[in-house]
């Protein structure tokens, strides 16, 4: 096992190396001029924002640039925000836990409702509601983000008046923040109001998260428990006369669970590393926000910490999906 970890880990360490050679890259591609942005309307004298560029050392060539960008990385640095002067990692601190708590309810509702939409179309095959949820489960996973977003507020926000559009709690409220998660601060700082609050701004923003997961957790989980509930040990179960549910809850699903729960760990860093567009959408102040934010303002550093961090948490979370896998397969890592 421990060989099976090393050659995962060597492996991760040309993909950062690309991952950080892009991210330094593509900033650099965007048009403008980071000191003028950062300076807003006030207006600098050539010398004083070649002083300012000297300063930050934008002067340096590229390869330059590139290379004091890694060396600061090998000591766990960052950068500073060109715009906020505050270090990246601080404010990524601050941040991350909003993108986790939005990326863990997703991940609950899409987990949740995916199995038992999975089971129920695995057990009426070839019904009216297999093909249903599998359609169902077809357009989900092809909306646009941004277009299913709009038209939940649209529809809830603006012609219900259920939800809130954007924000993670409303104005009146004043949760002292000791976790960064909302909902537990909200809950533990007793304002009446305060946990629904929480709750109503963190549903639609969660929903439009995880509809591309729901989707794919469905047809997996139909595709497993179809495979499963062929298999001999299945017709077995039933022939000893255990009930329906036992037989598919205790024997057909746990089986069926393992190419789902690997699908599962591959969504979850899709969840955390993708909610950008969510994010902006719904003005949820995450890492996503933050990273298009960031490169509105052509802020190098605050865009290469946050491409580099979404990488490399989906990274982390597929190795660690690989590393179980493993362990449940052994086969998978056999140098055979």
């Given at each position: 096992?421990?060989?099976?970890?090393?050659?995962?880990?060597?492996?991760?360490?040309?993909?950062?190396?690309?991952?950080?050679?892009?991210?330094?890259?593509?900033?650099?591609?965007?048009?403008?001029?980071?000191?003028?942005?950062?300076?807003?309307?006030?207006?600098?004298?050539?010398?004083?924002?070649?002083?300012?560029?000297?300063?930050?050392?934008?002067?340096?060539?590229?390869?330059?640039?590139?290379?004091?960008?890694?060396?600061?990385?090998?000591?766990?640095?960052?950068?500073?925000?060109?715009?906020?002067?505050?270090?990246?990692?601080?404010?990524?601190?601050?941040?991350?836990?909003?993108?986790?708590?939005?990326?863990?309810?997703?991940?609950?509702?899409?987990?949740?409702?995916?199995?038992?939409?999975?089971?129920?179309?695995?057990?009426?095959?070839?019904?009216?509601?297999?093909?249903?949820?599998?359609?169902?489960?077809?357009?989900?996973?092809?909306?646009?983000?941004?277009?299913?977003?709009?038209?939940?507020?649209?529809?809830?926000?603006?012609?219900?008046?259920?939800?809130?559009?954007?924000?993670?709690?409303?104005?009146?409220?004043?949760?002292?923040?000791?976790?960064?998660?909302?909902?537990v601060d909200a809950w533990n700082s007793g304002e009446a109001g305060a946990f629904k609050s929480a709750c109503l701004h963190l549903l639609?923003?969660?929903?439009?998260?995880?509809?591309?997961?729901?989707?794919?957790?469905?047809?997996?989980?139909?595709?497993?428990?179809?495979?499963?509930?062929?298999?001999?040990?299945?017709?077995?179960?039933?022939?000893?006369?255990?009930?329906?549910?036992?037989?598919?809850?205790?024997?057909?699903?746990?089986?069926?669970?393992?190419?789902?729960?690997?699908?599962?760990?591959?969504?979850?860093?899709?969840?955390?590393?993708?909610?950008?567009?969510?994010?902006?959408?719904?003005?949820?102040?995450?890492?996503?926000?933050?990273?298009?934010?960031?490169?509105?303002?052509?802020?190098?550093?605050?865009?290469?910490?946050?491409?580099?961090?979404?990488?490399?948490?989906?990274?982390?979370?597929?190795?660690?999906?690989?590393?179980?896998?493993?362990?449940?397969?052994p086969r998978i890592r056999s140098p055979h």
């Amino acid at each position: 096992m421990l060989t099976f970890l090393l050659k995962k880990l060597a492996t991760l360490i040309p993909t950062l190396i690309g991952i950080t050679a892009v991210a330094f890259g593509l900033i650099r591609l965007v048009p403008g001029d980071p000191i003028e942005i950062m300076m807003g309307e006030r207006q600098l004298d050539p010398a004083a924002h070649a002083a300012l560029v000297h300063r930050m050392g934008l002067d340096q060539p590229l390869h330059q640039q590139y290379f004091d960008y890694l060396g600061k990385l090998a000591h766990g640095d960052l950068g500073q925000s060109l715009v906020s002067r505050e270090p990246v990692a601080r404010e990524f601190a601050v941040l991350f836990p909003a993108t986790v708590e939005l990326a863990s309810c997703a991940l609950l509702l899409a987990v949740s409702v995916g199995l038992l939409l999975g089971m129920w179309a695995s057990l009426r095959r070839g019904s009216w509601v297999d093909q249903g949820v599998m359609g169902l489960a077809t357009v989900g996973y092809s909306m646009p983000v941004f277009w299913w977003g709009l038209v939940l507020i649209m529809f809830f926000s603006v012609g219900l008046s259920w939800t809130p559009i954007s924000g993670r709690i409303s104005v009146e409220y004043d949760p002292t923040m000791r976790t960064g998660f909302m909902l537990v601060d909200a809950w533990n700082s007793g304002e009446a109001g305060a946990f629904k609050s929480a709750c109503l701004h963190l549903l639609l923003p969660a929903l439009v998260l995880g509809t591309g997961t729901l989707a794919v957790v469905a047809r997996m989980t139909r595709s497993a428990m179809l495979e499963v509930l062929r298999e001999d040990y299945i017709r077995t179960a039933r022939a000893k006369g255990l009930s329906p549910a036992r037989v598919v809850a205790v024997h057909a699903l746990r089986n069926a669970l393992i190419p789902v729960l690997t699908i599962i760990g591959m969504q979850t860093g899709s969840l955390l590393a993708g909610a950008v567009l969510t994010e902006t959408i719904f003005s949820w102040p995450g890492i996503g926000k933050w990273l298009i934010d960031a490169i509105a303002r052509r802020d190098y550093p605050v865009v290469q910490a946050g491409i580099l961090i979404s990488a490399l948490t989906f990274i982390g979370v597929n190795l660690v999906v690989d590393l179980l896998y493993g362990v449940v397969n052994p086969r998978i890592r056999s140098p055979h």
